[in-house]
């Protein structure tokens, strides 16, 4: 017989809708508490949904009957609205095809390729770090973020993008995402923002963003070709021989962005406050870089090398999970064990409540890296750590951030000494991305540097991929 599914009143919901706006965790994690692993809400106060941290229901959902569940439509139409169609907006055929084809830009060789740019922008990007902490502590997480926007933007562009570019464009693409955000928890503020102007000025900071990268589109369209990312999306060719229109390669750059865009920085910020909380951690990461890499920058043939360091990060992602939420549609009446999904019922992936679940971690509000130890990640229940997602859907660029994490944490922690600043209240707010509530103010102070070449070392692949795409 079905069970039935203990359900947060649509008063209740209502009543809680500007708590959710502030920080939707807090009030899913009192309803955790309150009504237990799978519950329905109103989203809003007006649309039902059912939330889960249950990792069987995840699974079903997001990998064994993946084709009836499709991004919810308040999130395809509102991010088709800024971001046209194309990999996170798309459903279906269409989407299969164009992960397909982009899907060769995050493989093992074309990473191996995208460790010159990368650590290009990394050299680029650390005068200016370095002139801010001789200053004193600074917030770490802005300064994260230019770095690895600028990181993601060259490997999309190469070089020739512009920092004014870079700025402008990542600027927009969170604004953007900011007020997204408020469309889909306050929609009954929808008409408002039409009528004020605000979807306007949103519209028209997404035309400047769109125009400027469109521009360097059709400059590639007559120049030499590139080693980048927007190469290998220029070379991709569907079935009929065509490849991507300007629109289309404009559609998938700028999705490519927004799904970089606070991903590593959020986790690095959480990351450089976890180990500085955790100094024995910190001394081992150390090591660990210093007998892997030596003084030599890192590049993808190192990666699997780092094995603790890999540990740390998956660490760091569970306990602060960039992707705190999934949210689907489904297409058809469906069952999970008792449970009964309505054809039509949003159901909402509560990934940051799966991470913190006592029944599969222990201790779970604790930083251990050796939940993630090689022979503990085998006893792991799957479908309890989805800090990329899960299933066919799982984040495409999951290697590129690791990555990229990988690389500016090499850097930086041979770089400098860090320490937290004394008597700061940390905790998390959830956008789009997991990101910190308040400024995390740390002090860096220079130890031995690193010289950066030009180039890292490109010889063969030495081992396993560094991240787990599905569990």
């Known amino acids: 017989m079905p069970c039935s599914v203990p359900v947060a009143s649509r008063l209740r919901s ?51 009957n993946a084709e009836n569940y499709q991004k919810s439509h308040i999130q395809v139409r509102r991010m088709g609205h800024f971001l046209g169609k194309g990999l996170l907006t798309t459903h279906g055929e269409a989407w299969r095809t164009q992960r397909r084809l ?51 933007a ?37 008409p408002w923002f039409a009528v004020s102007g605000q979807l306007r000025k949103h519209e028209r900071m997404r035309a400047r963003a769109d125009g400027v990268l469109l521009e360097y589109i059709r400059r590639r369209r007559g120049g030499p070709p590139g080693h980048d990312l927007l190469q290998t999306l220029m070379d991709a060719r569907y079935s009929d021989g065509q490849g991507m229109s300007d629109q289309m390669l404009l559609s998938e750059s700028m999705q490519l962005l927004v799904a970089g865009h606070e991903t590593s920085s959020n986790s690095l910020s959480w990351l450089l406050y976890l180990l500085s909380m955790n100094p024995d951690c910190l001394r081992r990461v150390r090591r660990e870089l210093d007998s892997v ?75 251990d890296p050796e939940r993630f130890a090689r022979e503990k990640i085998k006893q792991q229940t799957p479908f309890t750590h ?32 860090l320490h937290l600043e004394p008597g700061q ?8 991305i997991l990101r910190p509530r308040q400024a995390i103010h740390m002090s860096f102070t220079s130890q031995q540097q690193p010289e950066l070449e030009a180039a890292p070392r490109a010889i063969g692949y030495g081992g396993g991929s560094p991240v787990e795409h599905e569990r």
């Not at 209240?425 to 789009?432: F, I, N, P």
Request: charged fraction near 20%.
């Open 154 to 190: 060259r490997s999309l562009f190469g070089a020739r993008l512009k920092s004014e570019d870079i700025h402008l464009v990542s600027h927009s693409i969170s604004t953007i995402q900011e007020f997204i955000v408020r469309q889909t928890i306050e929609p009954y503020l929808n």
């Open 293 to 367: 890499l030596g003084t030599a920058p890192l590049g993808y043939a190192e990666v699997a090398g780092l094995e603790y360091t890999i540990q740390v990060i998956q660490e760091g992602l569970r306990l602060y999970p960039p992707f705190w939420m999934i949210d689907r549609m489904a297409m058809a009446d469906d069952r999970v064990g008792d449970i009964v999904i309505p054809r039509g019922s949003m159901v909402i992936v509560y990934v940051y409540g799966a991470h913190r679940a006592e029944r599969y971690w222990p201790s779970p509000e604790r930083f």
């Open 14 to 64: 209502l009543l809680d809708s500007r708590a959710m706006a502030r920080n939707p965790i807090d009030v899913l994690s009192k309803y955790t508490a309150l009504y237990g692993d799978t519950f329905r809400f109103y989203l809003g106060g007006m649309k039902e949904a059912l939330v889960t941290r249950d990792p069987a229901v995840i699974q079903h959902v997001l990998k064994t």
């Open 425 to 432: 209240s940390v905790a998390a707010r959830a956008m789009v």
């Open 386 to 417: 989805l800090p990329f997602g899960g299933g066919p859907r799982s984040c495409i660029g999951a290697n590129y951030a690791i990555f990229q994490m990988l690389m500016i944490l090499s850097v930086l922690l041979r770089r400098y000494d």
């Open 102 to 152: 982009i899907q060769k830009g995050f493989d093992r060789k074309q990473l191996e390729a995208l460790g010159s740019i990368m650590q290009d922008s990394l050299r680029d990007s650390l005068p200016e770090f370095d002139r801010q902490v001789r200053l004193g502590p600074v917030d770490i997480h802005p300064h994260l973020m230019k770095m690895t926007f600028a990181m993601v």
